[in-house]
């Protein structure tokens, strides 16, 4: 069983809905997906527009919205939609795919992080919470610039 086929599985226990862009990283989770008969993939005009339905979807039907979008630019556009579903408690779940490994340029630290995502479960919610982004993201830009090793999982200890 391909990955995307178990999390096409899985999802179609907490949904019957799947918001999406385009993109090559998202075709085998698009495909397996499609294979499901009670999930139904709503393609979107851009992922901006994927973010809002999958929050509006949540708020009709008390169902997760999930969002599948590329890599890169795709997930970015989904900025918008998240802060919405963030700021109001709305259940969300946003997939992205990941760059082909053999297209990275080799020695670029910024393109070998690990996918990361840093949200309030992990950090804990508090008045901090954007001080400690801010750490986080100057750290990795001066460790970038010093050719350091970059940080790609939050640390409390640290400071974020």
């Given at each position: 069983?391909?990955?995307?086929?178990?999390?096409?599985?899985?999802?179609?226990?907490?949904?019957?809905?799947?918001?999406?862009?385009?993109?090559?990283?998202?075709?085998?989770?698009?495909?397996?997906?499609?294979?499901?008969?009670?999930?139904?993939?709503?393609?979107?005009?851009?992922?901006?527009?994927?973010?809002?339905?999958?929050d509006a979807y949540y708020?009709?039907?008390?169902?997760?919205?999930?969002?599948?979008?590329?890599?890169?630019?795709?997930?970015?556009?989904?900025?918008?939609?998240?802060?919405?579903?963030?700021?109001?408690?709305?259940?969300?779940?946003?997939?992205?795919?990941?760059?082909?490994?053999?297209?990275?340029?080799?020695?670029?630290?910024?393109?070998?992080?690990?996918?990361?995502?840093?949200t309030p479960h992990?950090?804990?919610?508090?008045?901090?919470?954007?001080?400690?982004?801010?750490?986080?993201?100057?750290?990795?830009?001066?460790?970038?610039?010093?050719?350091?090793?970059?940080?790609?999982?939050?640390?409390?200890?640290?400071?974020?």
């Open positions: 069983m391909k990955a995307s086929d178990f999390i096409a599985k899985k999802l179609s226990q907490y949904t019957n809905h799947v918001f999406s862009g385009q993109g090559g990283s998202v075709v085998h989770i698009l495909d397996s997906l499609s294979k499901i008969k009670n999930i139904k993939i709503i393609p979107s005009q851009n992922e901006q527009g994927a973010s809002l339905a999958a708020r009709s039907s008390g169902k997760i919205g999930v969002v599948i979008a590329t890599s890169g630019p795709g997930i970015l556009n989904t900025l918008q939609g998240m802060a919405c579903s963030y700021y109001d408690s709305i259940p969300s779940l946003y997939i992205s795919g990941a760059p082909v490994l053999g297209s990275i340029k080799k020695n670029n630290k910024l393109l070998k992080l690990s996918n990361f995502v840093y992990l950090a804990g919610i508090s008045d901090q919470l954007p001080k400690r982004i801010f750490k986080l993201i100057t750290d990795n830009i001066n460790r970038f610039t010093n050719n350091d090793e970059l940080i790609n999982q939050a640390s409390i200890k640290k400071g974020y």
